[in-house]
């Protein structure tokens, strides 16, 4: 199913916000290919995938380094600070034997190294993603990762087909396919306006 550009940036205009960065316009577009070159047709999937990036991005939609820190670094120091804080309770961007870090990368934050393993072997690139942590910032292994994990269930278990079927249409609640409840009802509201963008 192929989305209309003109019509869905002219609604997001009025539904979010009525002037976009050329680096937003990339990101949505990089989405918006994802899903026209996809077999895929249920637009509340599509809709409640746009929330998220939206949401994890803190509105940017450009894959970010984990507490928007600008370099690895930062990323790393902002998660020990949470960990020695108490309010987390491993230190998963601790390097690891290999010298890599697996603090939180991409559109939505993928965490640890063995889901990294995981994510890769589902992209089909092997061991390339745990290698190469830092591929979760690029922009079209970022769109990957959201729409295989949001699909298959490969963060929490749960996917986009619990709570978007022929039966069932449940915004708030989906929230459980990335992290529990955290701003369930807000990313709820934007996935309504997003799936008006796309109407």
Same mark, same amino acid.
């Given at each position: 199913?192929?989305?209309?550009?003109?019509k869905?940036?002219?609604?997001?205009?009025?539904?979010f916000? +009525?002037?976009?960065?050329?680096?937003?316009?990339?990101?949505?577009n990089?989405i918006?290919?994802?899903?026209d070159?996809?077999?895929?047709?249920?637009l509340r999937?599509l809709?409640?995938?746009?929330?998220?990036a !939206?949401?994890?991005?803190?509105?940017?939609?450009? +894959?970010?380094?984990?507490?928007?820190?600008?370099?690895?670094?930062?990323?790393i120091?902002?998660?020990?600070?949470?960990?020695n804080r108490?309010? $987390?309770?491993e230190n998963y961007?601790? +390097?690891?034997?290999?010298?890599?870090?697996?603090f939180?990368?991409?559109?939505?934050?993928?965490?640890?190294a063995?889901n !990294?393993k995981?994510?890769?072997?589902?992209?089909? $690139?092997?061991?390339?993603?745990y290698?190469? +942590?830092s591929?979760?910032?690029?922009?079209?292994?970022?769109?990957n990762?959201?729409?295989?994990?949001?699909?298959?269930g490969?963060?929490?278990?749960?996917?986009l087909?619990?709570?978007?079927?022929?039966?069932?249409?449940?915004?708030i609640?989906?929230?459980?396919?990335?992290?529990?409840?955290?701003?369930?009802?807000?990313?709820?509201? !934007?996935?309504q306006?997003f799936?008006?963008?796309?109407?």
């Open positions: 199913m192929t989305i209309d550009r003109k869905f940036f002219d609604s997001y205009r009025i539904q916000q +009525p002037t976009l960065t050329q680096i937003q316009v990339d990101g949505y990089a918006l290919n994802y899903w070159n996809s077999s895929l047709s249920d999937w809709a409640y995938a746009l929330a998220t !939206y949401h994890e991005t803190g509105e940017l939609i450009e +894959p970010v380094r984990e507490g928007f820190c600008k370099t690895d670094e930062g990323s120091q902002a998660v020990t600070d949470l960990y108490g309010i $987390i309770a961007a601790a +390097p690891e034997p290999n010298g890599k870090s697996y939180g990368r991409g559109l939505v934050q993928l965490t640890f063995g !990294y995981k994510m890769g072997e589902a992209l089909g $690139i092997g061991t390339r993603l290698e190469t +942590p591929l979760a910032l690029d922009l079209n292994t970022s769109v990762i959201l729409f295989k994990g949001m699909i298959d490969l963060f929490t278990g749960r996917g087909a619990h709570f978007f079927n022929t039966t069932t249409t449940d915004w609640d989906a929230r459980q396919i990335i992290n529990g409840m955290d701003k369930a009802d807000t990313i709820a509201d !934007y996935a306006r799936k008006h963008c796309l109407s």
